[in-house]
């Protein structure tokens, strides 16, 4: 089956203090005055003290849209006159003064912005929208009033100089290295001027992001399929109609049928349409959805952001923006992530071709006449995987019913491997009524954290999936972490189930795993914990928690028939099984062309010109070899979020990165006992509970035993016969 990959959002603080894009999850802050009616009285704003609810948990039946601004312009006030006492702290710098301090500070921007970024990616409005772009260039240079303030840099410099001498436990130890370098990689060392254009080109670039993420969202909705005739949804079942009838009547157009547009380049429904002009259509809309020459063309915003960010990694001393970027993360440098990649590409290219062949000629064996394009894979290679493996994805859905999967799949794997448990509770506020929220409690009945899930998909929703915090856990600040799910599952018309593809199950277990990432955090600081890690270690602990979809004894337990109850038999386990490597060449191959087409708009010199945005993408594609046949880029340059507004410049590597990893530890645990409590305790206590509190290399071979290496990920894949 495929493994379809996923994201997280998790946030980047400082000091406790997430300082994430607003409705994008990228590192960014931002300075400003608020107005006398802004904040004549915030007595009576929810965010103006911590939440009274469990564990801090934010008060969604008192928050009002217009309560955000206020709330975030008051935060930043407050944040900026704690950064100021502290800069100007006539003591001695200490490690308490000013690194403690650091962490202690911003509390309320963190609360206003936690609950923003959740509602304004999930479900969002004009207003929402427009706070959102009038806050995220504040909030950009509102980290630059932080690290770029030299009377604190050079407190927290003269602390690090003392580090051999302070004595600091090892927590300690590494906030104190972890702060100095951000505060150097982000331009403490600038002369003004130079901080002065630094300033510039981060509240340019917080702005672009913003309007990106904007554009994709109303591009998105704009290229939905809309059709009054319902033969064009010929292949599609009669719950998945009744879906689109009702997506079309939510919008206003009664009697016809709608389809909306995920936010990959491939769509899942091309797996069951059975009108090629249908699915022609569909796929054209995907991958022209912002790219119309209309309002909601991102193709400016693309050449704006690339230069900017070239220009910024030149005035740090870096050759380009990727290697700015890469400076923390566990893979070093840009070459180290080609590498990579690149000893992925002729596995990947022979399987695709291999693929490929088998599907053409299952088109020709069906009497069609055509020649294989990126439409028909899905539905085509539905029908070999049929024909090899007598595995239709149409049998699979009765035995996937969402609250099924959820309680005895998802949250009965986590029992069994960790000893957590889960009770669903009604009397906490959610922001939208699809929001269900769950107590978690830890092996000795404790209350270990909440977590929130939010499943469906509506059209003021952003693509994808993602886990987050409302709280992060934090021993200094005596907080425990409240951390949700989102994702993009079609929602059932009323009074029909909620049945979901294996593709979204394993999407579950997925943000489940950066959710136990969240929940397992045991760090002393908010800046080191739970999933605030590198972008090339925060995918590990989710996909590893995709393995666990197909374990034996998790699938008999929640793999029923939603109808009869009955366990799915024995026999299309089996098919699931013997299928599993097919598709892999594609899945793979989407996922390698993204990552290198990332690396390649970011490894941009600042001297580069104006980048054609469809030149550029044609051109980097056939340059890495990544321009595999009928297999293109899982996300185009003009709606890849990621890249531009969600934080993984020069990232998206990281998602085969942490395969890597995944299946090595996955391989670990086959070769130890598999699912058992005292493997899984072993791994919450080696990598799920450290969060960045040690080296990403040393916590993994201290777990592995040795470096990562890619033989379990070609083995699993299907790529290399297995040892």
């Not at 923006?321 to 923390?328: I, Q």
């Amino acid at each position: 089956m495929n493994r379809t990959r996923r994201f997280c959002l998790g946030a980047t603080a400082l000091g406790g203090v997430a300082l994430t894009a607003l409705a994008a999850g990228a590192p960014l802050s931002a300075l400003a005055g608020p107005s006398a009616d802004e904040t004549s009285d915030m007595t009576s704003n929810p965010f103006a003290q911590p939440s009274d609810l469990p564990l801090q948990a934010p008060p969604f039946d008192r928050i009002k849209d217009t309560d955000y601004q206020p709330a975030i312009e008051e935060g930043m006030k407050q944040q900026l006159a704690e950064i100021d006492a502290i800069a100007n702290n006539p003591d001695a710098p200490s490690f308490e003064n000013t690194l403690v301090a650091l962490e202690k500070s911003g509390r309320m921007l963190d609360r206003a912005t936690s609950a923003f970024n959740a509602v304004v990616q999930a479900n969002t409005n004009p207003t929402l929208d427009q706070v959102q772009t009038e806050e995220a260039p504040r909030l950009a240079a509102q980290n630059d009033a932080i690290y770029l303030n030299d009377k604190l840099f050079q407190r927290v410099k003269a602390v690090y100089d003392q580090r051999d001498t302070l004595k600091l436990d090892p927590e300690s130890q590494r906030l104190l290295e972890v702060k100095y370098k951000q505060f150097v990689h982000a331009g403490a060392n600038l002369s003004e001027a130079d901080k002065a254009r630094l300033r510039q080109i981060n509240q340019q670039d917080a702005s672009l992001e913003t309007e990106f993420q904007q554009r994709l969202i109303a591009g998105s909705k704009a290229a939905a399929f809309i059709t009054a005739d319902k033969a064009d949804l010929d292949g599609l079942s009669d719950e998945d109609i009744a879906a689109a009838a009702k997506a079309a009547q939510d919008r206003n157009l009664p009697g016809q049928y709608l389809i909306p547009q995920q936010n990959t380049t491939q769509q899942p429904v091309l797996a069951q349409l059975t009108n090629r002009k249908v699915r022609e259509q569909i796929y054209t809309n995907s991958i022209t959805r912002n790219e119309k020459g209309d309002a909601n063309d991102t193709r400016a915003i693309i050449q704006q952001l690339a230069q900017l960010r070239a220009e910024k990694a030149k005035l740090l001393g870096y050759p380009n923006y990727a290697a700015y970027v890469l400076y923390d993360q566990m893979a070093k440098t840009p070459e180290a992530v080609e590498t990579f990649i690149g000893q992925l590409v002729p596995a990947t290219a022979a399987k695709i071709a291999d693929e490929g062949q088998q599907i053409q000629a299952m088109i020709d064996q069906s009497g069609a006449h055509f020649d294989l394009q990126p439409c028909d894979w899905e539905m085509y290679s539905d029908k070999v995987r049929k024909a090899k493996y007598d595995l239709d994805q149409s049998e699979l859905k009765p035995y996937f019913e969402l609250n099924t999967v959820l309680q005895d799949g998802v949250f009965y794997a986590a029992n069994q491997l960790y000893g957590i448990s889960f009770k669903e509770r009604h009397d906490l506020p959610v922001y939208q009524p699809d929001v269900r929220v769950f107590d978690v409690f830890d092996k000795d009945g404790s209350q270990l954290g909440l977590i929130y899930v939010d499943y469906f998909k509506r059209d003021n929703k952003a693509g994808g999936a993602w886990m987050s915090n409302f709280v992060n856990q934090s021993h200094l600040l005596g907080t425990k972490p409240v951390v949700y799910n989102v994702a993009n599952f079609t929602k059932p018309a009323p009074g029909q189930p909620a049945l979901i593809s294996f593709d979204d199950v394993t999407t579950m277990f997925h943000e489940f795993g950066h959710a136990l990432h969240g929940l397992f955090a045991n760090s002393q600081y908010a800046s080191l914990s739970g999933a605030n890690t590198a972008r090339d270690w925060v995918e590990f602990p989710s996909q590893f928690n995709e393995h666990w979809a197909l374990y034996p004894d998790v699938l008999k337990h929640y793999a029923v028939n939603y109808k009869t109850g009955e366990p799915i038999p024995q026999a299309l386990v089996d098919k699931i099984k013997a299928s599993a490597t097919w598709g892999q060449g594609y899945d793979l191959g989407e996922l390698l062309a993204a990552s290198d087409l990332d690396m390649q708009w970011h490894m941009l010199p600042a001297d580069a010109p104006v980048q054609d945005v469809d030149a550029f993408e044609t051109k980097a594609l056939a340059d890495t070899h990544t321009n595999f046949k009928n297999v293109p880029p899982r996300y185009r340059s003009t709606y890849f979020l990621h890249i531009w507004a969600n934080g993984y410049a020069a990232g998206y590597y990281a998602y085969q990165w942490t395969v890597m990893l995944d299946d090595d530890a996955f391989a670990w645990f086959e070769k130890n006992g598999g699912l058992t409590r005292a493997n899984g305790q072993r791994f919450r206590d080696m990598i799920l509970s450290k969060g960045q509190t040690e080296d990403y290399g040393d916590m993994f071979r201290a777990f592995y035993g040795k470096d990562p290496d890619i033989g379990p990920m070609l083995e699993h894949r299907g790529l290399a016969a297995p040892k």
